[in-house]
C-alpha cells in the first residue's frame, strides 16, 4: 500500500455533453487519501457522472480529470446485472479484475459479514446480499480509492449504519480515499469529512456542517413547505428569510444560479 | 499421423475437432455478451469475404478473416454513433452483406462456385493444407484469448468496473472482435456461412448446466463441442445424411440433454467442489 501526499485524484472544471445537454457542468473536486468525500444531489443531478469522470471512465468534454497514476481503485456501480448465461460464484467474482489471495477475500467477506456466501452464485443473492458482496469486492484488492455510487441500496435500517461504520472502518485501517454518492442525507452528513452537494454544477461543497448550513443545501433538501417545487425548480438565484420577505442573489461570485446563464425550463 | 489423414473422414474429424476447441470459449463469450446476432451478422459478411476472394484470386481465409474484421470492427463503431437500434444495424449489416456477397458471386462467370458448399461448408473435403490452418489460427486464437482473459471477463461482466479498477475493457473488446473473425475465417470452408454461429453458440448454451465457473464453462464448451463434431460425423456416416447439419443437430442434443433431468446427475456430481 502507498500513501502518496497530493490529490490521489481530482477533477478541474469538468463536464460531460451528451447531445448538446449539459448533464454536469464546471465540478471541481479532490479526494485525499483517508478522506471520505459524499456526493448528495437530487436524481440526474449528475452524481453518477462526475464519479464516473473521476474513475476516467468518462472523460470529460471540458476541464481536466486527474488520477494518481497507479492508482489502485475498488468501484461499485449503481447497477450491475448478471446474466443466467454467466457461471460466477462469489468466490470467483472477488478476482474479477486482479489475483487475490484467499486470505484477502476471508477478510473482505467477513468484513461485509457475507462469508457464508462465498460459494454462492451471484445471481442467486438477495438485493442486500449482492449489495454487500459488492462492497467486499471493492475493498478486497485493499484500494487507495474508494468510489461507492449508492452502496445501501436494499439494505435494511440497522444493516445501513453497520455499512457505514464499515465504510469509516476501511478507511482508517487501509488509510484510503472515499467517494460515497449516497441519498440517505442524514447519516452521509455524519460520516463524512466533506460533501459536495451537486445540481447539474456544485451547488455547495465543503464540510458537512458548513454544507447544512447553505441555503442550496436547504433548498435541495430541507424545504419544508413546497418542496417538490424546489426540487424542480431549484433556481435559488434569491434567499428567503424567515419572515417570509425575498433578499438578493445568494451568491453572485459564481454566477450559477443568474437567469443570465441558465437558460429557462434548464434542470438547474 | 500422416497415413491417418490419408482418410477424408479422418481429416473431417481432425478438422471439426479443432474448430470445436477454438469456438467454444470463444462461444461462451458470446453467448455472456448476448451477442448472438452479432456473430451472425459478422458470419454473413463472411459470404462477401469468400466471393471476393474468388475475384481476386487469392487466399480465402485471409480475405474472409479481413472482410469479417472490417464489418466487425465497423459495427463497434457505427453501434456508438448511429441513431439506428443495434439490433436494427445488424440486421442492416447482415443481410446486406449476405445480399452484396451473392450478386458479387453471380459476377464471376468464370468459376463455378457452389453455393451450398459455402452456405452449410463441406467438412468432408478438408484437406491437410484446410487442417493445418486450423490448428495454427486455432492455436493463436487461444493463447489470444488466454492473454486478454482478465480483462476481457471483467468486462463481460461490467465495463465499468473493469475500466475503473484500471484494466483496458476497449482493448480486450478489439481483440476479442479479430478472434471471433479468425475462427470464422478458419472454419468457413468446413461449417459454412449460416452454420458457425451455431457451432459457436449451441455448444457453450449446453455447457451453462455443467459449469460453476467461467473458466470451466469454457473448458466443458470446448468438449462439447468436439462431442457434437464426432457424434455428427459418425452420424452422417450412418445415416448418409449431410454432415455440417448433423454436426448442428448432434450439438442440439447435447443442449436438449443439458436441460433434461438426465442432466441433474451430472450437475449434483459436480456441486461439492472447493
Known amino acids: ?268 | 499421423m500422416a497415413g491417418l489423414l490419408d482418410d477424408f473422414f479422418m481429416r473431417a474429424l481432425v478438422a471439426g475437432v479443432g474448430i470445436a476447441i477454438v469456438a467454444g470459449p470463444l462461444g461462451c463469450f458470446i453467448v455472456w455478451r448476448r451477442l448472438a446476432f452479432f456473430g451472425d451478422t459478422i458470419s454473413h459478411a463472411a459470404l462477401l469475404g469468400v466471393a471476393l476472394s474468388l475475384l481476386i484470386n487469392s487466399s480465402t481465409t485471409l480475405v474472409v478473416f479481413l472482410v469479417s474484421a472490417f464489418v466487425a470492427l465497423s459495427l463497434l463503431l457505427i453501434q456508438k454513433r448511429t441513431i439506428l437500434p443495434a439490433d436494427s444495424v445488424l440486421s442492416l449489416l447482415s443481410h446486406s452483406t449476405l445480399a452484396l456477397g451473392l450478386v458479387v458471386l453471380g459476377f464471376i462467370s468464370w468459376v463455378r462456385v457452389d453455393i451450398m458448399g459455402v452456405l452449410f461448408g463441406d467438412i468432408l473435403a478438408t484437406s491437410v493444407t484446410d487442417i493445418l490452418i486450423i490448428y495454427i489460427g486455432g492455436l493463436t486464437a487461444l493463447i489470444a484469448l488466454a492473454i486478454i482473459w482478465r480483462p476481457l471477463f471483467a468486462a463481460t461482466v461490467d465495463r465499468e468496473i473493469a475500466k475503473a479498477e484500471g484494466m483496458n475493457p476497449d482493448r480486450a473488446n478489439i481483440i476479442f472482435v479479430f478472434l471471433i473473425a479468425c475462427v470464422i475465417a478458419i472454419s468457413i470452408e468446413i461449417i459454412g456461412v449460416l452454420l458457425i454461429t451455431a457451432m459457436l453458440i449451441i455448444p457453450a448454451a449446453a455447457a451453462r448446466r455443467f459449469s460453476s465457473s467461467p473458466e470451466q464453462m469454457v473448458v466443458i464448451s470446448g468438449l462439447i463441442g468436439s462431442a457434437s463434431v464426432i457424434g455428427g460425423l459418425f452420424g452422417s456416416l450412418t445415416w448418409d445424411t449431410p454432415s455440417g447439419p448433423t454436426i448442428v443437430v448432434a450439438a442440439l442434443a447435447c443442449f436438449l440433454v443439458s436441460l433434461s433431468p438426465l442432466a441433474n446427475i451430472l450437475v449434483l456430481k459436480k456441486a461439492p467442489h472447493s
Open chain 1, 1 to 268: 500500500m502507498f500513501i502518496p501526499k497530493s490529490p490521489l485524484a481530482s477533477l478541474d472544471a469538468a463536464g460531460i455533453n451528451r447531445g448538446g445537454r449539459w448533464l454536469v457542468r464546471g465540478v471541481d473536486m479532490t479526494v485525499e487519501s483517508g478522506e471520505i468525500v459524499s456526493l448528495i444531489g437530487p436524481n440526474g443531478s449528475g452524481k453518477s457522472t462526475t464519479a464516473k469522470m473521476i474513475l476516467g471512465i468518462l472523460p470529460p468534454d471540458e476541464g481536466i480529470a486527474s488520477r494518481y497514476s497507479h492508482l489502485r481503485v475498488g468501484y461499485v456501480p449503481q447497477t450491475v446485472s448478471f446474466d443466467w448465461s454467466l457461471p460466477l460464484t462469489v468466490d470467483r467474482f472477488m478476482k474479477l479484475t486482479g489475483r487475490v489471495s484467499s486470505t484477502d477475500i476471508d477478510w473482505a467477506l467477513s468484513e461485509t459479514v457475507t462469508s457464508h456466501l462465498r460459494r454462492e452464485e451471484m445471481r442467486t443473492l438477495s438485493g442486500g446480499e449482492f449489495q454487500r458482496v459488492m462492497l467486499a469486492r471493492s475493498i478486497v484488492r485493499k484500494p487507495d480509492l474508494l468510489v461507492l455510487d449508492e452502496p445501501i441500496q436494499g439494505i435494511d435500517f440497522t444493516g445501513e449504519i453497520a455499512i457505514y461504520e464499515l465504510i469509516k472502518r476501511i478507511r482508517d485501517e487501509l488509510h484510503c480515499g472515499v467517494i460515497l454518492i449516497s441519498h440517505d442525507l442524514h447519516v452521509v452528513m455524519a460520516a463524512t469529512d466533506q460533501v459536495i452537494c451537486l445540481n447539474g454544477h456544485v451547488c455547495c461543497s465543503g464540510t458537512p456542517d458548513h454544507v447544512a448550513s447553505t441555503a442550496a443545501y436547504r433548498e435541495l433538501f430541507h424545504t419544508s413547505e413546497d418542496q417538490t417545487h424546489a426540487l424542480y425548480k431549484h433556481r435559488h438565484d434569491h434567499r428567503h428569510l424567515p419572515d417570509g420577505s425575498v433578499t438578493d442573489y445568494y451568491h453572485k461570485s459564481d454566477q450559477h444560479h443568474s437567469d443570465s446563464v441558465s437558460p429557462p425550463n434548464s434542470p438547474d
